[in-house]
């Protein structure tokens, strides 16, 4: 398993677990989430300093939640599976010397916190050694939580109730709902043209959704995402989110997307093979 360009977890190895042990680790990681969001929503929509990680070469924010987040999730971590290894936007990569990988954003979506807008979530994925084997997508401020391990999707309601999910069939990208974060400021040129036929083709087509829209995804209401830039952080936790309730995430070019870079996710595998025809007519 490559990670952040290139980067092993350790050579060759990987990790075998049975079903508890995953719900044992499924359980810490919902504790991480919840540790998080105590961390995070008393800086949202309050007046925040948000620092520029590019400078004069462009925006990438950051706000002291974000980082605050990432150190009480590293923190719990270290405490409890200290042989594991931590990657994580914020603090970078900590090898551990297991196989296992926490790989983290604590908010997913940060020009969507900045704004007041509730599109955006923590991320939390553990990674054995090969791919990515749980996931957590926890949006705190509306109390909504995606789950994903041991080969289900399950979503968590403000009031309690817990709906395993699938997603939705769609086999043709006409009727097809197409779904990115934005349509500048993460595509360069040639994916801009790409994407916007993409567009065209489909039946509608919606933006800013980060991470929440691989919910949505997963829960029946987004058919297609499309998306460039992509760091390890970004899409770990929401592959299994997403495979778990039945979709496919891949590269432009249909290869393992757990390193990032330009990503497709899709409900439906016939569509994902249709859209994957485009794209690659497109390169």
């Given at each position: 398993?490559?990670?952040?360009?290139?980067?092993?977890?350790?050579?060759?190895?990987?990790?075998?677990?049975?079903?508890?042990?995953?719900?044992?680790?499924?359980?810490?990681a919902e504790e991480l989430a919840d540790l998080?969001?105590?961390?995070?929503?008393?800086?949202?929509?309050?007046?925040?300093?948000?620092?520029?990680?590019?400078?004069?070469?462009?925006?990438?924010?950051?706000?002291?939640?974000?980082?605050?987040?990432?150190?009480?999730?590293?923190?719990?971590?270290?405490?409890?599976?200290?042989?594991?290894?931590?990657?994580?936007?914020?603090?970078?990569?900590?090898?551990?010397?297991?196989?296992?990988?926490?790989?983290?954003?604590?908010?997913?979506?940060?020009?969507?916190?900045?704004?007041?807008?509730?599109?955006?979530?923590?991320?939390?994925?553990?990674?054995?050694?090969?791919?990515?084997?749980?996931?957590?997508?926890?949006?705190?401020?509306?109390?909504?939580?995606?789950?994903?391990?041991?080969?289900?999707?399950?979503?968590?309601?403000?009031?309690?109730?817990?709906?395993?999910?699938?997603?939705?069939?769609?086999?043709?990208?006409?009727?097809?709902?197409?779904?990115?974060?934005?349509?500048?400021?993460?595509?360069?040129?040639?994916?801009?043209?790409?994407?916007?036929?993409?567009?065209?083709?489909?039946?509608?087509?919606?933006?800013?959704?980060?991470?929440?829209?691989?919910?949505?995804?997963?829960?029946?209401?987004?058919?297609?995402?499309?998306?460039?830039?992509?760091?390890?952080?970004?899409?770990?936790?929401?592959?299994?989110?997403?495979?778990?309730?039945?979709?496919?995430?891949?590269?432009?070019?249909?290869?393992?997307?757990?390193?990032?870079?330009?990503?497709?996710?899709?409900?439906?595998?016939?569509?994902?093979?249709?859209?994957?025809?485009?794209?690659?007519?497109?390169?």
């Amino acid at each position: 398993m490559t990670l952040n360009g290139g980067v092993k977890t350790l050579e060759g190895m990987t990790a075998t677990l049975g079903v508890a042990e995953i719900s044992d680790l499924t359980g810490f990681a919902e504790e991480l989430a919840d540790l998080s969001g105590k961390t995070i929503l008393p800086h949202f929509r309050e007046t925040i300093l948000v620092h520029n990680k590019l400078g004069d070469h462009g925006f990438d924010p950051v706000t002291e939640a974000d980082r605050e987040a990432e150190r009480v999730i590293r923190s719990r971590i270290k405490l409890r599976y200290p042989a594991h290894g931590v990657m994580g936007e914020e603090h970078g990569h900590e090898r551990g010397i297991s196989p296992f990988t926490w790989i983290v954003d604590p908010i997913d979506g940060t020009r969507a916190f900045m704004c007041g807008m509730a599109q955006w979530g923590t991320l939390i994925a553990l990674n054995d050694g090969q791919r990515p084997i749980l996931g957590v997508l926890d949006q705190p401020f509306m109390r909504e939580r995606w789950v994903a391990s041991n080969g289900h999707t399950r979503f968590h309601r403000a009031h309690g109730e817990t709906q395993t999910l699938k997603t939705r069939r769609c086999e043709n990208l006409k009727d097809a709902v197409l779904s990115t974060t934005s349509p500048v400021g993460y595509f360069d040129a040639a994916e801009q043209r790409v994407f916007w036929d993409l567009s065209a083709r489909a039946r509608l087509t919606r933006f800013g959704g980060d991470c929440y829209a691989y919910g949505l995804l997963a829960m029946g209401f987004i058919d297609l995402i499309v998306e460039a830039a992509l760091q390890p952080w970004d899409i770990q936790a929401l592959i299994p989110i997403v495979e778990n309730a039945g979709g496919i995430v891949t590269t432009w070019a249909g290869g393992p997307a757990q390193d990032g870079g330009r990503v497709v996710a899709c409900g439906d595998p016939k569509l994902h093979a249709a859209v994957l025809e485009v794209l690659a007519g497109e390169r």
